[in-house]
């Protein structure tokens, strides 16, 4: 399979604590880009990071790259209960690949009040 | 509306018949995707416009499965002779141009009995 891998798969923690959810790639990359989605709903994109960033900040999303090691992490500080969702990570391989996009599994949040 | 419309939002028909989806990408945005999200495969690129060039097929699962876009617009997947295994939500999405962050639709649930 060309998807990458999240882990965890599953994430439960209480409001106000700090989430962190890790990817791994395998192909070389373009940019990483990390997309949330509600039940029932499309994806919304969060943030993209570049191959020759290495952390990028977006109101409470944290976001690391290492390509050595082909990963990536997201943190989300000061959790909500409205962040419950599915956190997704996706690669973008370049020009010469369209722009098309090859996720990860996911990670599935649960912020309890 | 100002974002990518998907319709119909469900879709429940029979083991054989033709199915087809429709996208309204967002208007300006030259590329648009076509993805399928299931249970056992996650998220996986099916085809990719970007204006006036060829698509990229090379996701597509079988010669069943097609797709048009019209004047640079609305798209239509099209899925012949549905088998059980083409259970799935079909996403679409557009960007601005390919490389930027991609617009999704809410989806059509699509259910073959």
């Known amino acids: 399979s060309q998807q990458g891998e999240e882990d965890p798969q599953a994430l439960s923690i209480q409001e106000g604590e700090n989430a962190t959810m890790n990817c791994s790639y395998k192909?070389?990359?373009?940019?990483l880009q990390w997309y949330r989605q509600n039940s029932g709903r499309g994806l919304v994109h969060l943030i993209l990071?570049?191959?020759?960033?290495r952390e990028k900040h977006s109101g409470r999303l944290r976001v690391t790259l290492d390509t050595s090691k082909k990963s990536s992490s997201l943190l989300i500080t000061a959790s909500r209960a409205a962040d419950t969702a599915s956190y997704f990570c996706a690669t973008d391989a370049g020009y010469n690949q369209g722009g098309k996009l090859i996720f990860g599994q996911g990670t599935e949040l649960s912020v309890k009040p | 509306g100002a974002g990518v419309s998907q319709s119909p939002s469900n879709k429940v028909t029979e083991k054989g018949k033709d199915v087809e989806l429709r996208c309204d990408p967002i208007?300006?945005?030259?590329?648009l995707y076509w993805y399928r999200q299931s249970l056992g495969q996650g998220l996986e690129f099916l085809i990719y416009?970007?204006?006036?060039?060829?698509?990229?097929k090379s996701g597509l699962p079988s010669d069943r499965f097609s797709a048009e876009r019209t004047g640079g617009s609305v798209s239509t997947l099209t899925i012949q002779r549905t088998q059980q295994e083409d259970s799935a939500v079909y996403l679409c999405?557009?960007?601005?141009?390919?490389?930027?962050?991609?617009?999704f639709g809410d989806g059509t649930r699509l259910s073959i009995l």
């Open positions: 208007s300006g945005h030259t590329a």
């Open positions: 416009f970007q204006g006036n060039s060829a698509p990229d």
């Open positions: 999405a557009s960007s601005s141009q390919q490389g930027q962050p991609q617009h």
């Open positions: 192909t070389s990359i373009n940019n």
């Open positions: 990071i570049r191959s020759n960033e």
